[in-house]
């Protein structure tokens, strides 16, 4: 069985980032939405939270675990057993965070490849952080992110 | 009569920028520089001070108006009636970040097209953050800021 | 009245160029798009077949003119009065050579601003080039390319 | 059964191409390269000598097939019944091209993914290109190739 | 005597910055590495902490001086009478912003040229901010940094 | 004495090139212009046109050699008994291209460093194909190139 880790703040989880979940579900037996700790001191939702958002947005989707990681990925992924990390890649300062991030876990455990997944072109301008600030101004982002998500950043605002 | 905005942050308010407005100034018949609440936490100058410092600074230029501004700015561009977005354009960097926020903005409103303009070459070296760390270590910076904003960045770091 | 001028060598000319074309008409009283001559040696459509094919593109659309030019596009503007040279930017790639296109330009005359466009994000990926190599092997390109350029290719691929 | 394909022009075939086949045969249980036309008017291998190079370079490594290949990409792998299409990211230059490639491949036919792998960083400066004007201007590029590659380079050298 | 500036935070020095010394040594007599504040508000090393690693790592090379700098770079340069200010150049996100550096520096004084070298391709992935990160979380650095860094990570994470 | 080699097709040399020259010079005893074979079919100027058109242009500049080079530039460095490389940078695709050649001649003979060196920001825009291709379309490129090379051009296009 082919496992995949797709890790990621997720910080909110967006429709862009669905769209890879479907894509690395075409390629992997298994896919585990890893949830890692939001390196910011101030994160828009905790960790449970997000755990708890993504579980529903994927919620009747099959072959997809969602959990929470701490430490290093390389491993998590061990422990796993998974064949490879998935990551997205949009434009260029992803591409070359992605490779230095790819290149270090590779220098640290050799035993699973680091997988690029391009998502839906309509999703190239898409990004947790966008997302966050346009909600916080007031802004409608139900066609960028998942209807529970969408829901938990109004009730989040509102408070 | 076609109207364009340019937004920013202008902590403080450069050359570079002052350019940009220049050129804006041929392609449409008036620009509202408009001032954004700066995200970072401790901007040198407070969005007042800031515009002050850009009416200062386009004094006697005709057709250019200076506002503050909060909120989403398709919003804001929606009830200025405005044509366009204008935005400078000098690095990589720039470039996806602008991309980004440009297509967002399309997507929350339609009505209105991001205009990226080209400083003159000898800005390209320009940002805010690099005249604000130069001066904070006691380097000349006139030649590259309006002399209002000269003068002002000696008085806010003799204090 | 306020021209700009989208020049390029629309070999063919794509629904991504279009979108520009339609992009430009909302800032400018007038667009000119200009069909240069094709640097390569063996263009696909020679420079009439490529204005023909333009104008039946545009047809309908008020305040397009097409046109063929020879020689500096500063000279041409500049008898044109023109106002702007609109460019479509999709990519890092084009970002370069465009910046170092329109610096040069500026150098040449300084009359005019270049003007950079974004298309919409569902034509990123599209390119005179990538039509030309698909068609070639036979694939659809309907999606696209306006009709008439859709019918041009097939023809020309049929000899 | 996962099958991915691996296209290119492989003019000559190197060790960083070696280096991804490796890599994509650790997902996917088969893998084909397979050897396009060369669009450029010179090859210094015809389409038969790559192929024959690269299945004795690949010789004795299990789930590995070579192929020649004409047409439309995305036919080819729909026939294969491919999983999906691999591909090697070295440098931001090959990521514009191969984000352009994978999203057009996408819209012609959604049945399979574009996976992006990393070579070995020690493969980061090397392509075909630059191994070929090596050989010419008589350098030493055994360190570069399979052996098979390094033999054939010299007799057609000779020549 | 040429005299080359290597000015950096390095915190901590990693072997990257080790090699490009190396490098530099074999262009210029003496290479003074040059300690700044860590504009970062929380710098794992003290300034002194790393002044003390670098002399350290870099024990038993000749012509290398170590040294904490404050204020304007082009200053301290003028000062150390310097030749070249030297940078090392791994990635496309280090190449702008170096570039905007060096351009602003020679704006501020053109007695020297700022000059860029390549580490080893080993080092691409390679920086202080990864190097913290994996160390924070247990990993093991030893790969990365001089061993008199490694032991100073372990101490420093250890209370 | 240091020896730096500076490489190039110069077809023809400009202004730019004329500004690393300078800039070399500062850094290293003396500055050797290699004049390589055009790779592409039809140079506008031959090899030895080239190179006295380079040796007319740095005319009266003491420790600058001008010569033709055939065959591995790292070849041709170790005999000159070379210290550095000298590479101009402007461009993130200049950027690629350079460290990839610089890797491979550092693969190919690590006796030398490749140095990068930035020209004046004003001459960001300006390349040896910009000024061939004004200059064809009857443009006036005396502001960019020597005015021996402007001349030459002249010359040649009247032919």
Do not use: C, W
């Not at 430490?71 to 992803?94: F, H, M, Q």
């Amino acid at each position: 069985m082919t496992i995949a880790i797709y890790p990621g703040t997720f910080d909110p989880f967006t429709n862009g980032h669905l769209d890879i979940v479907q894509r690395a579900l075409r390629l992997f037996d298994k896919v585990i939405v890893t949830v890692a700790r939001n390196s910011s001191k101030n994160p828009m939702f905790s960790e449970k939270e997000r755990l708890k958002l993504i579980q529903e947005s994927v919620k009747g989707m099959k072959n997809v675990d969602v959990e929470l990681f701490d430490g290093l990925l390389v491993d998590y992924a061990r422990e796993k057993k998974a064949t490879a990390i998935v990551r997205g890649l949009r434009a260029i300062s992803d591409f070359e965070y992605e490779l230095q991030m790819a290149l270090m876990n590779r220098k640290l455990n050799n035993a699973f490849e680091t997988v690029f997944l391009m998502p839906n072109e309509k999703y190239t301008y898409l990004n947790s952080n966008i997302v966050r600030e346009i909600a916080r101004l007031g802004g409608n982002v139900s066609e960028f992110v998942p209807s529970v998500v969408n829901n938990a950043l109004r009730q989040k605002l509102k408070k």
